[in-house]
């Protein structure tokens, strides 16, 4: 069976909440100023509500694979989005599922008028800040915005 991507669904909040904390503990990024403790990621449903933003569902066999999206956080400049709670299980990278969501995030961002997109990540996911490097976004000295996830230290920016 193929993947089927699609917008998010309220019935999915549980299962992609449980699978972003996994690929944190995969990690052993778990800490405080992340996503992992983030009480917005138990009802992303409801956060994507917000008037430009969009978060996007991969999904196989009926289950929750990878999700990403666009957000309009607080504080960023006029025209710049965030690219947020981009996630995969490890069984799934690799296989051009990621690149496929950060594609339909992208192209989200530019339909809904936005010139950049902003992200912060953390080293310890290397692989995603290839991805990040390879479709255009570059590093920036700095966070922008509110995102409110202290415990990132990397951040990147990409024009649309």
């Known amino acids: 069976m193929s993947i089927i991507f699609r917008s998010l669904e309220q019935r999915d909040n549980k299962e992609i909440a449980e699978l972003i904390r996994s690929v944190f503990r995969e990690f052993g990024i778990a800490r405080p100023g992340t996503v992992y403790f983030d009480p917005t990621t138990d009802d992303l449903f409801s956060l994507f509500r917000k008037p430009g933003s969009v978060y996007w569902i ?82 920036i000295e700095g966070p922008m915005g509110s995102s409110g996830h202290f415990g990132c230290d990397i951040w990147m920016l990409k024009n649309l």
């Open 58 to 139: 991969a999904e196989e066999n009926g289950k929750i694979i990878g999700g990403c999206g666009i957000f309009s956080t607080p504080g960023l400049p006029e025209g710049c989005c965030e690219l947020v709670k981009f996630y995969l299980l490890s069984s799934q990278r690799g296989k051009g599922t990621g690149r496929k969501l950060l594609e339909m995030s992208l192209e989200s961002a530019r339909k809904l008028g936005y010139r950049q997109v902003y992200l912060e990540s953390l080293p310890e996911l290397s692989r995603a800040i290839g991805l990040y490097e390879k479709t255009g976004f570059r590093l």
